[in-house]
């Protein structure tokens, strides 16, 4: 522990490491590189062109077994979506966005007037025609849809 504090309190702030006080030698160069000769390196060009062609084929193929991976992966998940005609996601109890026309436990309707039918249709079909065939709660009301 304390050759280690020694060799540190040694080193100064250029980043030149003194082993010993004989030896001083940079970071960046060493030793065990000098030492060897690579037989079988081939020389990389390094014109613009063949720069580009080296980077665009390795993108390439990595961008692209990347993208296959990320395909491959959905495949073997749950699906995210439903037959929604026949298949019903799950609603909340308090959910007031579906338009149905609700009925008493009696078979009677339990229409309030408030006219989204005849608002919502799309062929304009549904109409309201005020009468007084039914009381419910103040209001008197029918609903027409001819067919």
Not at 6 to 35: A, D, E, I, K, Y
Not at 118 to 123: H, M, S, V
Request: aromatic share 10%.
């Amino acid at each position: 522990m304390a050759a280690t504090f020694r060799l540190l309190s040694t080193v100064p702030r250029s980043g030149v490491l003194v082993g010993s006080q004989n030896v001083v030698r940079c970071f960046s160069v060493s030793h065990q590189r000098c030492g060897f000769k690579y037989v079988n390196a081939q020389e990389v060009p390094t014109d613009m062109k063949s720069i580009t062609d080296r980077a665009a084929q390795t993108l390439l193929w990595t961008e692209l077994f990347r993208g296959l991976g990320m395909t491959m992966s959905y495949l073997f998940r749950e699906p995210a979506t439903i037959n929604y005609p026949f298949e019903k996601g799950p609603l909340s109890p308090r959910f007031r966005g579906e338009h149905a026309l609700r009925r008493y436990p009696s078979g009677e309707e339990r229409c309030i007037a408030c006219k989204l039918c005849e608002a919502i249709c799309p062929a304009q079909v549904h109409t309201r025609a005020q009468t007084h065939t039914r009381t419910h709660k103040g209001f008197s009301q029918t609903c027409w849809i001819p067919v």
